[in-house]
């Protein structure tokens, strides 16, 4: 299984991306998708996350309201679409597919991490 994301850039505040991850797996929509992120000098944190059916979404507290995640089943692709971006959102984000829930351990297959950097 393969996961390749990509989408990240700068991008001023207020501004908007969004994130493309491309799975490789045939039963990608058995399994439910996240996006994490890794800010400067933190640990990843999780940002959202979509069940296979795509009508189950989560979202952490700080991008509720900003970003939303989607899933394309037959293009077997993951999304984030991030808006009103703040200079916090600044990370590499990764996408990741597996189980399910809002930690890493939930998650077995990951992509490479593509670079957003917000500026004020």
């Known amino acids: 299984v393969q996961l390749q994301a990509c989408g990240g850039g700068l991008v001023q505040a207020g501004g908007s991306l969004r994130l493309s991850c491309a799975h490789s797996t045939r039963t990608f929509n058995t399994y439910a998708v996240a996006w994490f992120r890794r800010p400067p000098g933190k640990g990843r944190e999780f940002v959202a996350s979509i069940e296979w059916g795509g009508s189950a979404t989560v979202y952490a507290d700080s991008v509720k309201g900003r970003f939303t995640i989607s899933r394309d089943n037959a293009e077997k692709t993951s999304y984030l679409q991030m808006r009103n971006l703040k200079p916090e959102d600044t990370a590499v984000y990764y996408c990741?597919?597996?189980?399910?829930?809002?930690?890493?351990?939930?998650?077995?297959?990951w992509g490479q991490g593509t670079q957003v950097t917000v500026s004020s």
């Open positions: 990741a597919s597996g189980r399910g829930g809002t930690v890493t351990s939930g998650y077995g297959y």
